[in-house]
């Protein structure tokens, strides 16, 4: 099916443990880029790609690394996950248009970190 | 740096009430001004946008009109429906050069409508 999707929708896992949400496209965006939503912050930005091989930090990139070694894969690895890192992962392409450039997004992995 | 500010709410109204949610913005250059609305349990879609001053988006009976002079982009709708309860997120994309390609939310507003 085309579109976005995130894997897996929803992970309970444990303090100092990695672990990895899977994201994939296949309208070949150009641009992706991981968004985490928490209450009273709204989204805010963790990493984006605007090609593969091609990655920069966010708002708030602390505690995660990304790769894009595929135009359609972009993964968000928790090198070693913390409470704080409890949260809803948001996963979004874009394909540049100048300022009509429209965001796609999946439909997130809720995160427990315990 | 860009900024986005809207009404936070929770914001709760009945079925048939009209809807204000206020939406600022501050940005470099010249930016594209969107709504995004998350039904419960999805991801983000874009309602409307407008991608130059005085351009009305319009969608779903949802309005919001690009106003440069005060900067904002205030989200309307004449009669709102059960089916309207979702979060509401303005944001904002810069035309300008660099990092244009990312968008800047605001913190998202609850709107929960009864019947």
């Known amino acids: 099916d085309a579109g976005i999707t995130q894997s897996p929708r929803y992970k309970i896992t444990e303090t100092g443990r990695q672990v990895t949400l899977m994201c994939h496209q296949t309208?070949?965006?150009?641009?992706m880029f991981w968004y985490r939503q928490d209450l009273g912050h709204g989204l805010r930005l963790i990493y984006y790609s605007a090609a593969a091989d091609i990655t920069d930090k966010g708002e708030v990139p602390d505690g995660y690394v990304v790769s894009r070694s595929k135009t359609e894969n972009f993964p968000l690895t928790l090198e070693s996950a913390t409470r704080s890192q409890t949260s809803v992962y948001f996963c979004?392409?874009?394909?540049?248009?100048?300022?009509?450039?429209?965001?796609?997004f999946g439909q997130g992995t809720r995160l427990t970190v315990v | 740096g860009n900024s986005v500010t809207q009404m936070e709410g929770p914001v709760t109204l009945s079925e048939e009430a009209f809807l204000t949610i206020n939406c600022t913005y501050t940005a470099t250059g010249y930016p594209s001004l969107f709504w995004y609305v998350q039904y419960p349990g999805e991801g983000l879609q874009l309602l409307l946008k407008?991608?130059?001053?005085?351009d009305k988006g319009s969608n779903k009976g949802f309005e919001a009109t690009y106003r440069k002079e005060t900067t904002s982009f205030h989200l309307e709708k004449g009669s709102v429906q059960v089916s309207d309860s979702a979060v509401y997120f303005c944001a904002l994309s810069a035309d300008s050069g660099g990092s244009n390609y990312k968008l800047t939310f605001g913190k998202g507003t609850l709107l929960t409508v009864n019947p």
């Open positions: 407008a991608t130059k001053a005085d």
């Open positions: 979004a392409s874009s394909e540049w248009q100048g300022s009509n450039t429209e965001a796609f």
């Open positions: 309208w070949s965006h150009s641009y």
